[in-house]
């Protein structure tokens, strides 16, 4: 434990008596009181989450000068100023060193923001690709962001922004300020509802989150609320169903990949997309509450075909859930399977993501 790095808000999750644990390397709330309680309450209402371990770079260059684009799989250079636009950041092979999401501040600035367990290595892999004359800064020591997500959660934050949130589209952010300190305010997030995330000077966290909880429509989230929120939408999260092992065309990510631009990775996944694919990410449900975990295995008719990336229990559909890898000639909809680890067996059938279909992501 004594390792572990904290957030500003450590202090705050233990006076809510909130469970914390090791994730990434920092010592993070799993929950408060119930995760499937604070689940719904994102579904239902506004929930609040701690993500100030997530790491923020800041550059600044010309994007065709300096080489920015090779860093990425998808185009940086088409993000206009005030969108943001998720991708990947691959190696050589093609696999992926990080899902990540780049906000376009002016012509010539841009904020990444990346996971926490691989920061370092992305720091250091974005920068073994530029060139020439930039900027480039590991800004997430003095960077804090809260998400604060769910169905009401504009109405909440109408009075710390009033007049512009209303405006803010779907992946769009727009610079305000904050008790007296400038905030980037963006509309996005990994939960399927309608949420933003605020990026502040690590200074005012503290006071901004115990002002955000004043109000009752909104209480906080921990890190098992945000898995299963995650999970019902068909989101990858890095380290369980991502890997540098795997490739976006594995990991049914293609979409965030442009081939008509150049970047790290891209001969070999152009090779793999003439050869047979040897897995492809699925997602299934199982036929009761009992959920799989992670590297559980996948069997069709007593063959084992593939493994389980992420399990657990959906509340909003009343079952299990989950994602994993199988060959592709298995990836069917409808496609009978077998979960097993061990004694324990679970029929689960393959299924189109999102699992969940009711958020207010949009609205």
């Known amino acids: 434990m004594q390792n572990l790095k904290s957030t500003p808000l450590e202090a705050e999750h233990i006076k809510l008596k909130a469970k914390m644990v090791p994730f990434g390397g920092w010592n993070m709330p799993?929950?408060?009181?119930?995760?499937?309680?604070?689940?719904?309450?994102?579904?239902?209402?506004?929930?609040?989450?701690?993500?100030?371990?997530?790491?923020?770079?800041?550059?600044?260059?010309?994007?065709?000068?300096?080489?920015?684009?090779?860093?990425?799989?998808?185009?940086?250079?088409?993000?206009n100023v005030g969108k943001c636009r998720y991708g990947l950041i691959l190696n050589e092979r093609g696999g992926i060193v990080d899902d990540c999401i780049v906000y376009r501040l002016s012509a010539d600035e841009l904020m990444m923001v990346v996971n926490a367990g691989t920061?370092?290595?992305?720091?250091?892999?974005i920068k073994s690709v530029l060139k020439g004359n930039f900027v480039f800064e590991d800004r997430s020591e003095t960077t804090s962001k809260l998400d604060v997500q769910g169905p009401f959660s504009r109405d909440l934050l109408r009075k710390y922004f009033p007049g512009i949130i209303d405006e803010l589209k779907y992946f769009s952010f727009t610079k305000?300020?904050?008790?007296?300190?400038?905030v980037i305010l963006s509309r996005t997030g990994y939960t399927g509802e309608l949420g933003f995330e605020i990026y502040m000077p690590s200074i005012i966290c503290v006071d901004v989150w115990n002002d955000?909880?004043?109000?009752?429509?909104?209480k906080p989230a921990g890190l098992g609320a945000r898995d299963l929120l995650r999970l019902e939408m068909g989101y990858p999260?890095?380290?369980?169903?991502?890997?540098?092992?795997?490739?976006?065309?594995?990991?049914?990510?293609?979409?965030?990949?442009?081939f008509d631009k150049d970047f790290v990775g891209k001969e070999a996944l152009l090779k793999q997309k003439e050869a047979n694919l040897e897995k492809i990410r699925v997602g299934f449900v199982c036929d009761s509450r009992r959920a799989p975990r992670h590297n559980y295995r996948i069997f069709k008719d007593g063959m084992d075909i593939g493994y389980v990336t992420s399990g657990g229990f959906s509340p909003s559909l009343g079952k299990g859930i989950?994602?994993?890898?199988?060959?592709?000639?298995?990836?069917s909809e409808n496609t009978a399977l077998e979960l097993s680890q061990d004694r324990v067996k679970i029929k689960a059938v393959i299924e189109k993501i999102p699992f969940y279909k009711n958020g207010s992501l949009r609205k």
Do not use: W
């Open 176 to 182: 305000s300020s904050l008790m007296d300190q400038e």
């Open 30 to 79: 799993i929950q408060y009181e119930s995760i499937i309680e604070e689940h719904m309450q994102c579904r239902k209402s506004v929930a609040l989450f701690d993500t100030c371990h997530m790491g923020e770079f800041y550059f600044k260059g010309d994007l065709v000068n300096t080489n920015i684009e090779m860093a990425f799989s998808f185009k940086i250079g088409t993000i």
């Open 119 to 125: 920061k370092d290595n992305d720091f250091n892999v």
């Open 237 to 258: 999260l890095y380290g369980n169903d991502l890997d540098e092992d795997t490739t976006p065309l594995e990991a049914d990510l293609s979409y965030f990949v442009h």
């Open 212 to 218: 955000l909880l004043k109000d009752e429509k909104i």
């Open 322 to 331: 989950g994602m994993g890898y199988v060959k592709p000639q298995y990836s």
